[in-house]
C-alpha cells in the first residue's frame, strides 16, 4: 500500500500516529467497511481516512456525498455507486475486485454502512465467498443519541435499535406498540416531515408520561438534544421554527417497570406499565411459542411454563380472531 503520509495539522503527535496506522496490516483483496462521519467532518478517524485514501475504489452509496468528504480530506481514491437500488450487481462487482486483490472500502451517506444504511448485502456476499471483510468503526447516530441522552445505566445499558419507522400512521401505530412493549429504551430515525404525526402516534400508544428523548443535528453547530414527556412534545417543537428541521434520532424510553406480585401467574396477570400481552404478541409475530416463551423470560424474569401457557393461548386467540375474519 502507498507510505504516503498525510498532512500534519497538528504537528508531530498527528505525524506519529499516522505513521502508527500506515504500519498496521492493510490486506489486499479484503472488503473495508468504513463508517464516516454523520455531520462532522472532523469526526473521520485516522484509520477510516487511510482506507479511504488508499483503497483502489470506494463503494458509496452516493457518491455526490462521498466526493464531499473525500475533497475535504485530500482523498483521491475513484468512486463506484453500491446503494438500495443496485446492491445485487455492485456486490458482484465488488466480489469480482477483491478476488482480483483489490482493496475496496465500502461506505454509506453517513455513519456505519450496513446499519439501517445500505451494505449488508454486499458483506453478506463477500463473506459467503470466504474473502476478508474488515470493519472501521467510527461514528453513529445511534451511539451518539444514546451518549447525549444518558437514558441507558450502568444496571441496565439494554437498548433496541428499531430503524425508520413506517411511514403510515396505521402500520407505524402497530409498530410502535411493538416496539414500546420492551422494558428498555427504543431508538429509531424519523424523518422531519412525519416527526409531529410519529409523536402524535407515540403519546396515542405509550400515553403522555413516557419519556421521548429528541436528538437532531447531532454533531453539527445546531445539534439539540432534548428529553420531555409525550405530551409535551409537540409544545417543545413549536418553541423554535427550526426544531422540525434536520435529521433525527428519536429515543422512546422504557416505562418504569413496578412493583409487582412475586408469584409468576400472578404476575402475569397483573397489568404493569409496559403490557406482556402486548410484548409476546410482538414475539409471536416472528417466532415459535416456545422461542417466544423463552425470550419473553429471559426479558422479563418470569417463569418461562408460565410465559408458554399465556402464549400458547394469545397465539390461540390470534388464530380465531384470524378464522373469523
Known amino acids: 500500500m502507498n507510505q504516503t503520509l498525510p498532512l500534519s495539522p497538528t504537528g508531530e503527535i498527528w505525524q506519529r500516529q499516522a505513521e502508527r496506522v500506515v504500519q498496521q496490516h492493510w490486506p489486499r483483496g479484503a472488503l473495508y467497511v468504513v463508517a464516516t462521519p454523520i455531520g462532522n467532518l472532523g469526526d473521520i478517524g485516522l484509520r477510516a481516512w487511510h482506507a479511504l485514501a488508499h483503497a483502489d475504489v470506494i463503494a458509496a452509496e452516493d457518491t455526490r456525498a462521498t466526493r464531499t468528504l473525500c475533497e475535504a480530506w485530500g482523498i483521491g481514491t475513484p468512486l463506484i ?5 443496485n446492491e445485487a450487481t455492485a456486490a458482484e462487482a465488488i466480489c469480482a475486485r477483491l478476488e482480483a486483490g483489490e482493496r475496496v472500502a465500502l461506505v454509506s451517506d453517513a ?17 459467503e465467498r470466504g474473502l476478508p471483510v474488515i470493519p472501521i468503526p467510527g461514528p453513529s447516530a445511534v451511539i451518539t443519541a444514546l451518549m447525549g441522552s444518558g437514558v441507558t445505566t450502568d444496571e441496565n445499558p439494554a437498548f433496541a435499535f428499531a430503524g425508520f419507522a413506517p411511514p403510515k400512521s396505521t402500520a407505524r401505530v402497530r409498530w410502535l406498540k411493538q416496539w414500546s412493549a420492551l422494558p428498555a429504551p427504543v431508538v429509531f430515525f424519523e424523518s422531519p416531515h412525519r416527526l409531529r404525526a410519529t409523536v402524535g402516534d407515540l403519546r396515542e400508544v405509550c400515553g403522555p408520561t413516557r419519556r421521548l428523548t429528541i436528538a437532531r443535528e447531532l454533531t453539527k453547530r445546531f445539534e439539540e438534544i432534548a428529553t420531555v414527556a409525550l405530551d409535551e412534545a409537540i ?54 411459542v416456545r422461542d417466544a416463551a423463552r425470550v419473553a423470560a429471559d426479558i422479563t424474569g418470569l417463569s418461562r411454563d408460565a410465559l408458554y401457557r399465556q402464549a400458547l393461548a394469545r397465539k390461540a386467540a390470534g388464530e380465531t380472531d384470524d378464522a373469523e375474519e
Not at 455507486?81 to 437500488?85: G, I, K, T, V, Y
Open 81 to 85: 455507486a453500491a446503494h438500495r437500488h
Open 235 to 288: 409544545a417543545w417543537l413549536d418553541g423554535d421554527a427550526h426544531r422540525e428541521q434536520g435529521e433525527f434520532v428519536l429515543i422512546l424510553h422504557a416505562a418504569p417497570v413496578i412493583a409487582a406480585p412475586t408469584d409468576d401467574e400472578d404476575l402475569l396477570a397483573t397489568s404493569g406499565t409496559w403490557n406482556r400481552d402486548t410484548l409476546l404478541d410482538a414475539l409471536l409475530s416472528r417466532l415459535s
Open 111 to 127: 455513519g456505519a454502512p450496513a446499519v439501517s444504511d445500505p451494505g449488508a448485502r454486499v458483506v453478506r456476499a463477500v463473506r
